[in-house]
């Protein structure tokens, strides 16, 4: 059984910075791709950035420039660094993992920021 488990969410001021961490159950280049999704109140869920397999990150417009998404394969470890965080990013950050055709989710972790 596959498990993610998000960590590092909480509140920051405008124009700080976080770091998320997700830790995989199970190696992560066992995944097709991993990254991370973010909803907030009474909107869709969207993704933020991802990484696949051969280590190509691609980012939502609206976060390039400011988030990294990284790996750790050694410890099973996704991170994403956001800096500059602007008040249109708080919302629950979801880790995600597609392996084949089957998606895994974390349980999220809420990001908010103070103006």
């Known amino acids: 059984q596959v498990q993610l488990v998000e960590s590092g969410g909480g509140l920051v001021q405008a124009g700080g910075s976080l770091r998320l961490s997700c830790a995989a159950s199970?190696?992560?280049?066992?995944?097709?791709?991993m990254g991370w999704y973010r909803q907030a109140p009474g909107k869709e869920r969207e993704l933020v950035a991802n990484?696949?397999?051969?280590?190509?990150?691609r980012y939502a417009d609206s976060v390039k420039g400011r988030f990294t998404i990284s790996r750790d394969s050694a410890v099973n470890m996704v991170y994403l660094q956001m800096n500059t965080l602007k008040p249109e990013d708080p919302a629950v950050y979801y880790c995600?993992?597609?392996?084949?055709?089957?998606?895994?989710w974390g349980q999220g972790t809420q990001v908010t920021v103070s103006s």
């Open positions: 199970t190696n992560i280049f066992e995944f097709n791709a």
């Open positions: 990484i696949n397999g051969g280590g190509v990150k």
């Open positions: 995600h993992a597609t392996l084949l055709s089957r998606h895994y």
